[in-house]
């Protein structure tokens, strides 16, 4: 398999697996806290605003509805997850799925915040590090759990491909020249 190829594989599955479980972690929280997860049809709201040339809102959820807003906001969810764990294995290069530690998965997890930060929330109306939110000390730390559970999540599904890659190793579902099989 080309290395890019590879590369890409490595990415859709470790960010998928990643994103996911930040996705999981928002429905336990709803489930055992009774926190409301993000709602990604307004992420897909503002981002469908943004070809019209529109992207600041005082309050995303006054916006206009944009067609398949919520469709655009789930995809573009997942595609970030993705390209957070492109730029983990552009860094720490793809080797590290060979052999994944904690420490890179959580560094890219956890940075990963600053677009929230700066970009989303100020974006949607929330104001920089959701400062214009009724509890901005509550809005930040759960920002910064959740992408601490995508970096762990980063971490875990490296680690499920290490292992589903030796269970299927000769299959024609196995990654050829993963990691040495």
Not at 3 to 24: E, F, N, Q, S, Y
Not at 113 to 134: N, S
Request: hydrophobic share 55%.
């Amino acid at each position: 398999m080309h290395d890019a190829a590879r590369l890409l594989l490595l990415a859709v599955a470790i960010g998928a697996g990643a994103t996911l479980a930040m996705d999981l972690w928002g429905l336990a929280q709803k489930h055992w806290l009774g926190m409301k997860p993000l709602d990604y049809g307004m992420v897909g709201r503002w981002l469908g605003h943004m070809p019209r040339g529109r992207f600041r809102h005082e309050a995303i959820g006054q916006a206009p509805a944009i067609p398949a807003e919520r469709l655009i906001g789930w995809t573009a969810h997942y595609v970030t997850g993705i390209a957070f764990a492109a730029v983990l294995l552009a860094v720490w290069g793809p080797q590290w799925a060979c052999r994944p530690t904690i420490g890179p998965a959580l560094i890219v997890g956890l940075a990963s915040v600053v677009f929230p930060f700066l970009l989303m929330q100020p974006g949607m109306g929330a104001g920089i590090a959701a400062r214009r939110t009724p509890k901005p000390g509550v809005a930040r730390l759960r920002s910064v759990v959740t992408h601490g559970v995508f970096g762990l999540g980063l971490y875990a599904s490296a680690r499920l491909m290490l292992v589903l890659n030796g269970a299927l190793a000769g299959s024609q579902i196995g990654l050829p020249g993963f990691c040495g099989a």
